[in-house]
Every structure is written in C-alpha cells, then in structure tokens.
C-alpha cells in the first residue's frame, strides 16, 4: 500500500541511526574479545612448554629471521635457488608460517627478477600440495588443520569453489590464502583450474615483496619505502573493507548469512 510505503521509507534513517550505537557496541565487543583471544594465543604460544609447541616456535624463528635463512641459502652455494624454492613451498603447507619474510628474502638474496620467479615456484608447489593434501585428507581433517573461525567464514568456498571468487581472495593482500588451499582441496574446483588460479592471483603480491627485499639489499632505502608505503595502504584497504567484501561475495555466490537476510528484511 501507498500510504505504507511511504511511512517505511521515511522511518529507515531513523531506524539506521537507533541501529548505529547498538551495531559500534557489538563491534568494540567484538574487536575487545578477539583482541584478548589473540593475546592469549600469543601467550600460550610464546611461553607453553609443550614439545610440539616448542618445535612449532622454533620453526617460526627461523623463517621469521630473514639472517638466519639468507645464512642457510649462501651456504648452499648453487643449489640455493632449489633449496629457497623449497623452503617456500613449505610455508605454504605449514600454514600460519610468515610466507612474507621468505618473499622479501627473496628480492633479498636473488634480486627483483629471479626472486619473484623462484617465490612463484615455490609457492605454486607449495599451494598444490596444501590443495592435495585437503582432497586426500577430506573435510573432517581439512576442519582441524583450518581455523575455525576461518573455516565458517569462508565454507562457501570449499561448497562451490566458484573460479572468480577464488582469484579475489587470492588477489587480496593479507587474505590466509594458504588456509584456502586447503579449504579449495575439498571443493568441486578442478585442480588445473585452481594451480592456474593460485598461481598467478599471488603474483602481485610476491612482486611487490620481491622489490622491496631488493630494494633493501641494493641499499635503495628510500625506494624501499615507497613501495612499503604501496603495499601497506593496499594491505590497510584490504583490512578495512575486509567484511563489506566478504559480504559482497557471498551475496554474488547465494550464500549470504542468513542473519544478514533478516536485518535487511526487517529494515
């Protein structure tokens, strides 16, 4: 009816507005508890006397200390592309592992050129086997390896493997894109489809490390700051409308929360 539109139309501002501080509540809440969950991780991390736990922090020191790994490929003499190569495609499958500090080494050690060809190489190798050991393992174990908050936050991907979405995210700075890997192993993508995908959707993002560890080991500071100060504002970008895209993509793939429905249905 005519009369009742018009009344829903010129309640939504009013009704946004008395949203607004319950919505800025329920965020600073939620900012405040995963705030205090990741200290805690941090916490259990750095300071647990578990044997795995302590080898996990072994292994994050190594490849967290540029020093120590540029050591280990100058002791490799020839054989340091392969070994730099390989070291890559582990960070992707010993996934919370800092693939950055192994992409600015890269530049680092290799300059621009070579260290984003053998980056690529390695990450290409690592993301096929993080995708077929989520195909061999299944859901259930991909579930245990995944984050779970990542996990339901990106299972549509694993339901449909939609070619367009999976290249977005892998295009994203800062997205776990090595978590999806494994999610894409349990979805219908085909595997020469996604190696495609994944390949050349991380490409940009090597790049601009690849410069950067160049950059640093020429001495060319000021440039190395320029190209920082890119990837900072696009990983910033990224980090600020991470949920706007989120959203986006699962309305464009039928998969929207259902909790969102609601609110707008009840606007």
């Known amino acids: 009816m005519p009369g009742n539109e018009g009344r829903m139309t010129g309640d939504l501002p009013e009704v946004r507005e008395a949203q607004r501080p319950r919505n800025n509540t329920v965020l600073w809440i939620t900012i405040g508890a995963a705030g205090l969950l990741l200290i805690g991780t941090l916490l259990y991390v750095s300071f647990s006397s578990n044997p795995l736990i302590i080898k996990y922090r072994e292994l994050v020191r190594f490849y967290s ?61 690592g993301s096929m086997l993080a995708f077929g050991l989520g195909r061999w393992l299944g859901l259930p174990l991909v579930r245990r390896l995944v984050s779970e908050q990542v996990y339901h936050k990106f299972d549509f991907v694993a339901r449909t493997g939609g070619e367009l979405v999976t290249l977005l995210f892998f295009l994203i700075p800062g997205f776990p894109k090595d978590y999806l890997c494994f999610l894409l192993g349990v979805s219908p993508l085909p595997f020469g489809t ?18 950067q560890g160049a950059k640093v080991g020429s001495a060319r500071y000021t440039e190395f700051v320029i190209f920082l100060t890119i990837a900072a504002a696009a990983a910033l970008l990224a980090y600020i409308y991470r949920e706007d895209i989120h959203q986006w993509v699962r309305r464009r793939h039928g998969t929207e929360p259902p909790s969102d429905k609601r609110d707008r249905m009840s606007l």
């Open 65 to 125: 200390s540029r020093r120590e790994v540029k050591h280990l490929l100058e002791r490799a003499g020839p054989y340091a592309p392969i070994v730099f190569i390989v070291l890559q495609a582990l960070q992707v499958v010993l996934a919370p592992i800092p693939g950055e500090a192994t992409g600015f080494l890269g530049g680092w050690v290799f300059g621009t050129g070579l260290g984003f060809l053998y980056s690529s190489i390695g990450l290409a190798l």
């Open 194 to 211: 996604f190696l495609v995908i994944a390949t050349f959707g991380r490409m940009p993002g090597t790049w601009l490390l690849s410069i």
